[in-house]
């Protein structure tokens, strides 16, 4: 387990990039820290991995701190964005070199051995005699990991390792990332900007946003349960739809869209609501439902989407988005009429907490 403690980093320039981070890993899982740029998820890589000390805090792998072991102590394999490997050295020398080196270094023959067998694991036995030239972006990626697993570490650390990789080849290529670290039951902190990668690979995700983990939970759990409005806004394609309403004689207001409280479930409220309170509707793209309902709006334009298309429109005077059936006959300056799914809405207070 990797267990970390009030961890804290402020830079000479005084910018604090992590803010009292508390977090819990179990053993074997694959937890995705993702976030915006500048968020802290690499900061926080770096300082696990130890090419950067901690302000503050506390890492421990196992019950043991780690804060003061030197980077090659700590018992981490590491695979950066620019897979830094040796150019001059065949695939299967890269792999080796890792072997060859430092206090726990082996024979050249019995490192063979140990590289052949991850290779098999990782798909690239067959090229073991090319140099990383004569790779594509995937294969060099699969080299990279492989020689960060060869060395059987208790963590491995993967830092934005498919951004370099076209759309395609970054789906494949994250199948086979999960695929290869749940055989070899390493656990494996990934880190990624792309909530697809991260949704899509993890066990958990760790969101974080200026220094701050905003909600650290299954994948489906940032989705359909958010903690708040950063995570509401952030996980989800397209984005979801926000409005603000006022709280008067239970209703929810605004010039153009009204919502009567008798049509939420008073179950969902996590807090009670403050007349003349403004409140944050947010409301995803496939929760609005086609019908004859109140809401009318019309449509501005249409993207396809294979199964499904997006209406641009607008509601309550906001551009918004609502996924419909691509089968669908509907039409630029087309009229519609919709209604919500009250059930799966989100209704955020001033501070962006979720209170429904």
Same mark, same amino acid.
């Given at each position: 387990?990797?267990?970390?403690?009030?961890?804290?980093?402020?830079?000479?320039?005084?910018?604090?990039?992590?803010?009292?981070?508390?977090?819990?890993? @179990?053993?074997?899982?694959?937890?995705?820290?993702?976030?915006?740029?500048?968020?802290?998820?690499?900061?926080?890589?770096?300082?696990?991995?130890?090419?950067?000390?901690?302000?503050?805090?506390?890492?421990?792998?196992?019950? @043991?701190?780690?804060?003061?072991?030197?980077?090659?102590?700590?018992?981490?394999?590491?695979?950066?964005?620019?897979?830094?490997?040796?150019?001059?050295?065949? $695939?299967? @020398?890269?792999?080796?070199?890792?072997?060859?080196?430092?206090?726990?270094?082996?024979?050249?023959?019995?490192?063979?051995?140990?590289?052949?067998?991850?290779?098999?694991?990782?798909?690239?036995?067959?090229?073991?005699?090319?140099?990383?030239?004569?790779?594509?972006?995937?294969?060099?990626?699969?080299?990279?990991?492989?020689?960060?697993?060869?060395?059987?570490?208790?963590?491995?650390?993967?830092?934005?390792?498919?951004?370099?990789?076209?759309?395609?080849?970054?789906?494949?290529?994250?199948?086979?990332?999960?695929?290869?670290?749940?055989?070899?039951?390493?656990?494996?902190?990934?880190?990624?900007?792309?909530?697809?990668?991260?949704?899509?690979?993890?066990?958990?995700?760790?969101?974080?946003?200026?220094?701050?983990?905003?909600?650290?939970?299954?994948?489906?759990?940032?989705?359909?349960?958010?903690?708040?409005?950063?995570?509401?806004?952030?996980?989800?394609?397209?984005?979801?739809?926000?409005?603000?309403?006022?709280?008067?004689?239970?209703?929810?207001?605004?010039?153009?869209?009204?919502?009567?409280?008798?049509?939420?479930?008073?179950?969902?409220?996590?807090?009670?609501?403050?007349?003349?309170?403004?409140?944050?509707?947010?409301?995803?793209?496939?929760?609005?439902?086609?019908?004859?309902?109140?809401?009318?709006?019309?449509?501005?334009?249409?993207?396809?989407?294979?199964?499904?298309?997006?209406?641009?429109?607008?509601?309550?005077?906001?551009?918004?988005?609502?996924? $419909?059936?691509?089968?669908?006959?509907?039409?630029?300056?087309?009229?519609?009429?919709?209604?919500?799914?009250?059930?799966?809405?989100?209704?955020?207070?001033?501070?962006?907490?979720?209170?429904?």
């Amino acid at each position: 387990m990797i267990e970390i403690s009030n961890l804290n980093k402020v830079y000479p320039n005084g910018y604090e990039a992590l803010k009292d981070i508390n977090l819990k890993i @179990e053993e074997g899982a694959i937890v995705s820290l993702l976030g915006p740029s500048g968020c802290g998820k690499s900061t926080m890589l770096n300082i696990i991995a130890g090419l950067l000390d901690p302000s503050k805090g506390d890492i421990k792998f196992g019950g @043991e701190s780690i804060v003061n072991k030197h980077p090659k102590d700590r018992d981490v394999g590491m695979v950066f964005q620019n897979y830094a490997l040796y150019p001059h050295m065949t $695939v299967l @020398e890269n792999i080796i070199f890792p072997l060859t080196v430092g206090k726990n270094k082996m024979d050249k023959n019995k490192a063979k051995k140990v590289a052949e067998k991850y290779m098999d694991l990782t798909y690239i036995s067959e090229l073991a005699d090319k140099k990383p030239k004569a790779l594509s972006g995937g294969q060099q990626q699969r080299v990279a990991i492989t020689r960060a697993l060869v060395q059987n570490p208790k963590i491995l650390l993967l830092d934005e390792p498919l951004s370099n990789l076209d759309a395609r080849l970054r789906i494949k290529i994250r199948e086979e990332i999960r695929n290869i670290v749940k055989t070899v039951g390493v656990t494996t902190i990934f880190v990624t900007h792309d909530q697809e990668e991260a949704l899509s690979i993890s066990d958990y995700i760790a969101l974080m946003n200026k220094g701050l983990i905003q909600q650290f939970d299954i994948p489906q759990n940032l989705y359909l349960q958010p903690a708040n409005l950063f995570v509401a806004k952030f996980i989800g394609t397209p984005i979801i739809n926000t409005y603000n309403l006022i709280y008067k004689n239970k209703k929810f207001v605004t010039d153009s869209l009204e919502i009567d409280l008798n049509k939420l479930y008073k179950d969902n409220f996590k807090k009670d609501l403050i007349e003349g309170e403004t409140y944050t509707f947010a409301i995803r793209p496939e929760h609005f439902i086609l019908s004859d309902s109140s809401i009318k709006t019309l449509i501005k334009s249409i993207e396809m989407i294979g199964r499904y298309m997006i209406i641009h429109a607008d509601i309550a005077n906001v551009s918004s988005r609502i996924v $419909v059936d691509s089968k669908l006959d509907l039409k630029v300056s087309d009229y519609i009429n919709l209604d919500i799914d009250y059930k799966s809405i989100y209704i955020f207070d001033k501070n962006g907490e979720r209170i429904y």
